[in-house]
């Protein structure tokens, strides 16, 4: 039975196949079935993900015979060949692609047995490329040029020479940025400039650098902290560049109109939230504060209007109860790394789906302001946990003891409370500190006094030792 051949950008052909565990009468049928649809199609080779399904079963006809490989992997490459390929599943397309010269490879035929199999030239390039299906991985992310396929019968025209190596603007400002930036430069991209916001002065007058300028130095990179990004010097000096793209991670300010319009293939926003869920600023933290179990990352193709342009690529992430938004932030930046390079080479290709924004979904997470950082201690025990750990490693929750700031940094719920406890009110026992809240008990684990260090709670009980009546105030 012939099937039908998956194209383009099925989410089956970038996902990592599933190896075979047994070999039935329906895998049997399937290698059957791929072997005719790969006869009728006239190609050379064929991955079970091109007739859409998800396991590590390859046939392949080059010429010197058939072969059938469940589970195949490579076990040995040498050498280095450079050749013209197409694929069944990116019609219209061929490109060069550099493959090992020889490999040697493994796996199980249809009979259950094991087979290595020494192979070169055209049939070591049509198995890597079949073994790359099982991979998610399609010739043009390997591809080196890449030409218009214009007939059958005739040679592929070259249209445009792809540009494997992109000249990168790079816009970023805190820890976030530093990733995606690092993944850039491990690509071989030309990142030609780094922008980042002015240093600060901190509060005892030392200046305060961002850490993607750091990093950046580490590198070499030239590094630029214009005031305003749409200033005419600097939109001039983003022309000079002349990059393929603009990549934005956490930046910190709006890009205009003129701006966007300089990279040759466009300017791409790595926001961490599921957009349209969450725009703004601080969508790590409020996510945190809303306790969702929840978010993501997403590639955003950017217009002028703030984080409201088409959606390139989005992939989830789960929030775990541990979490605080230093460690889902890491995670997040890990993840926009790791989604990067095909987006802007999809981008490159033309061949990126942009996906509008719903307007009727869009929540939004606003700067962080100063009353978001004061405990309400009448609100909920689960709702307060989240605001601590939405709030660490910076700027810490905020509470007040005897009329001075306190910052709390850890807490637990630690079950019911009296009915006619006051929410603030704490109890100290046996080392341990308990607050009242709304709707249940909150244990301190980690606290710091204005002027001091961080300390644990047990710490904190012998220093001051809080008495009967003693109460964290919502406001100093
Ligand atoms: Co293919």
């Not at 002028?304 to 409201?308: G, I, N, Q, S, T």
């Given at each position: 039975m012939q099937l039908e051949i998956i194209k383009d950008d099925a989410p089956v052909l970038r996902q990592k196949a599933k190896p075979v565990r047994i070999i039935n009468a329906s895998v049997r049928k399937l290698m059957d079935d791929m072997q005719e649809t790969m006869k009728e199609a006239h190609g050379v080779g064929l991955a079970a993900p091109q007739v859409g399904v998800s396991r590590r079963i390859i046939v392949v006809d080059a010429g010197e015979g058939l072969y059938e490989i469940i589970n195949p992997e490579i076990l040995s490459a040498e050498g280095q060949e450079t050749a013209i390929e197409g694929c069944l599943s990116v019609p219209g397309w061929a490109g060069e692609v550099d493959r090992y010269q020889s490999i040697r490879v493994t796996g199980i035929n249809g009979d259950g047995n094991k087979i290595w199999l020494d192979a070169s030239s055209f049939l070591a390039r049509v198995l890597q490329h079949e073994i790359d299906h099982l991979d998610g991985v399609l010739f043009v992310d390997k591809a080196t040029t890449l030409m218009e396929a214009t007939g059958e019968d005739e040679e592929p025209v070259e249209v445009a020479a792809k540009p494997s190596k992109f000249r990168i603007v790079y816009m970023g400002t805190p820890e976030f940025a530093i990733k995606p930036l690092e993944e850039l430069l491990s690509c071989g991209h030309d990142v030609t400039m780094v922008v980042t916001q002015p240093s600060k002065r901190g509060n005892r007058g030392q200046l305060e650098e961002p850490c993607v300028k750091e990093f950046a130095a580490s590198r070499s990179l030239r590094v630029v902290q214009p005031e305003s990004v749409d200033d005419e010097q600097f939109v001039q000096a983003a022309k000079d560049a002349q990059p393929d793209f603009i990549v934005v991670a956490a930046f910190g300010q709006k890009l205009g109109k003129e701006l966007l319009s300089v990279p040759k293939y466009g300017a791409v926003n790595i926001h961490p939230s599921l957009l349209p869920a969450y725009r703004g600023s601080a969508p790590v933290q409020r996510a945190l504060m809303d306790g969702q179990s929840r978010t993501g990352v997403t590639m955003m193709r950017m217009t002028?209007?703030?984080?409201?342009g088409g959606i390139l690529a989005q992939s989830a992430a789960d929030i775990s109860p541990s979490d605080d938004a230093g460690t889902l932030g890491e995670k997040l930046s890990a993840l926009g790394a790791a989604m990067l390079p095909r987006v802007l080479h999809e981008m490159a290709l033309g061949r990126a789906r942009v996906i509008p924004q719903d307007p009727a979904q869009v929540t939004r997470a606003p700067r962080l302001r100063p009353e978001d950082e004061t405990i309400d201690w009448s609100r909920t025990a689960a709702a307060i946990g989240n605001q601590v750990r939405a709030l660490r490693p910076a700027p810490g929750a905020r509470t007040s003891f005897r009329g001075k700031n306190v910052k709390i940094w850890s807490v637990e719920e630690a079950g019911a409370q009296a009915r006619d406890a006051s929410p603030g009110s704490i109890t100290c026992e046996d080392g341990t500190l308990t607050v009242v809240t709304g709707d249940g008990l909150l244990r301190v684990l980690e606290i710091q006094p204005a002027g001091r260090r961080r300390m644990p709670a047990a710490e904190f009980l012998r220093g001051y030792r809080p008495a009967t009546g003693d109460r964290f105030e919502s406001h100093a």
């Open positions: 002028p209007r703030l984080d409201a």
